[in-house]
């Protein structure tokens, strides 16, 4: 039987990672976005706390977007986005919250966006959810300083993903004018912040915008 060890990761760059590197570590691979973040990954973190007792790092990545005008946006949509967006970063964190506390020791990054600083046209839910995870990592920050466990929070701005490729050009367009750095991000800038803040020990409740200067 494989374990992840014997796995090999792609990045974005196309660079080949053996996870045969990362042996004896703990590892949380997580891409949960479905029914409020309660998805059968919950049952594969359970046994990866059973097998090795702590995990060191969490990654709140999971997100979607809804688009549309606020007069035409139904409550759905607004769930929908809030609940996955939202609600499963709460649930994911409470999940390794009591074990890192008990540990004295971890790390959480929730990815929120310069949408949730700044708001968009056409994106009220996504905004909200985007915002309340900024509320929700300083607050959580607040109550786990003292076990050492950090909490911070990326705010990606217009980074070339499978999300905005499905962007009209005239979009794009109007996006790149507003960004001071006159290009577009790419996922290794949000992958290299990720690790920075995975491997501070003295920061916590911040939001790190990688954005070129949008949102200044």
Do not use: W
Request: charged share 20%.
């Amino acid at each position: 039987m494989q374990k992840i060890y014997d796995f090999i990761a792609q990045r974005p760059s196309g660079e080949l990672v053996r996870l045969s590197q990362f042996a004896g570590k703990v590892l949380l691979i997580v891409n949960t976005a479905s029914k409020c973040g309660f998805t059968p990954q919950f049952a594969g973190l359970e046994e990866l706390y059973q097998r090795y007792g702590q995990i060191d790092v969490l990654v709140n990545n999971a997100g979607i977007t809804q688009d549309t005008l606020m007069l035409k946006m139904t409550e759905e949509d607004f769930e929908k986005v809030i609940k996955i967006n939202l609600t499963g970063a709460f649930n994911m964190t409470q999940a390794v919250l009591k074990q890192m506390i008990k540990a004295r020791e971890g790390a959480i990054i929730n990815m929120s966006s310069v949408v949730g600083l700044m708001g968009n046209i056409g994106q009220a839910n996504y905004a909200a959810s985007k915002a309340g995870l900024i509320g929700f990592t300083k607050s959580v920050a607040r109550e786990v300083a003292n076990r050492n466990v950090r909490v911070n929070a990326l705010a990606p701005g217009m980074i070339e993903s499978d999300m905005t490729a499905v962007l009209s050009d005239k979009v794009k367009e109007a996006t790149l004018a507003q960004i001071p750095m006159k290009h577009f991000g790419q996922a290794e800038h949000i992958a290299d912040a990720t690790v920075f803040l995975a491997g501070q020990d003295y920061l916590t409740g911040q939001v790190l915008a990688v954005d070129g200067g949008l949102s200044m």
